[in-house]
Antibody, heavy 120, light 107 residues
């Protein structure tokens, strides 16, 4: 059964860059026609889609974050990554990785999520 | 962006009750509407995709209906494990967007 696990620093200083990685287990990131997504949730609030990366490297970003976000994939490690620059307190959130199949735009499975706090 | 609006924002009900949550899209999305359930401290979990298709393992007391702009999630005979927050999510076009959530609480 496919599983996804986020990892990265839990604390980032304002104006710095946030890096997170999602490791996929139980299946190859290169198999099938899947997009790998990042979604975030500020504490006590709703869900915001950040963007996705295809296993071949093409990306789609939410315009609300487009200028600050970069997604990438490393098929040799079965991982994909998120880079978010110039963070502020508004970027404090639980960050989830997830997957969806091409033309089937629902997220399943989800990773367990990792809390990132932006604070000095 | 397609805006998704859920109602109500919160709902109190008892075990055994039937409840319905509504989700409205700001423009037509066909049947590209998905429902996710989130329990406290946990990641969301896919319940229903394409408006009405239950994900594998989801109990039949859950059902979804709708197309175009108006959708519903109905839970018949509420069980203790159903008390959670429910989010609708449109998959019609990027950026994919979610409703603000409906918190289902025990009365």
């Amino acid at each position: 059964q496919l599983q996804m696990q986020e990892s990265g620093p839990g604390l980032v200083k304002p104006s710095e860059t946030l890096f997170l990685t999602c490791t996929v287990s139980g299946g190859s990131i290169s198999s099938g026609s899947y997009y790998y997504d990042w979604i975030r949730q500020p504490p006590g609030k709703g869900l915001e889609w950040i963007g996705n990366v295809y296993y071949r490297g093409s990306t789609h970003y939410n315009p609300s974050l487009d200028s600050r976000v970069t997604l990438s994939v490393d098929t040799s490690k079965n991982q994909f990554s998120l880079k978010l620059t110039s963070v502020t307190a508004a970027d404090t959130a639980i960050y989830y990785c997830a997957r969806h199949e091409a033309s089937r735009n629902w997220f399943d499975p989800w990773g367990q999520g990792t809390l990132v706090t932006v604070s000095s | 962006d397609i805006q998704m609006t859920q109602s109500p924002s919160s709902l109190s009900a008892s075990v055994g009750d039937r409840v319905t949550i509504t989700c409205r899209a700001s423009q037509s999305i066909g049947s590209s509407l998905n429902w996710h359930q989130q329990k406290p401290g946990k990641a969301p979990k896919l319940l229903i995709f394409d408006a009405s298709i239950l994900q594998s393992g989801v109990p039949s007391r859950f059902s979804g209906f709708g197309s175009g702009t108006d959708f519903t999630l109905t839970i018949t005979s509420l069980q203790p494990e159903d008390f959670a927050t429910y989010y609708c999510q449109q998959g019609n076009s990027a950026p994919f967007t979610f409703g603000q959530g409906t918190s289902l609480q025990i009365k």
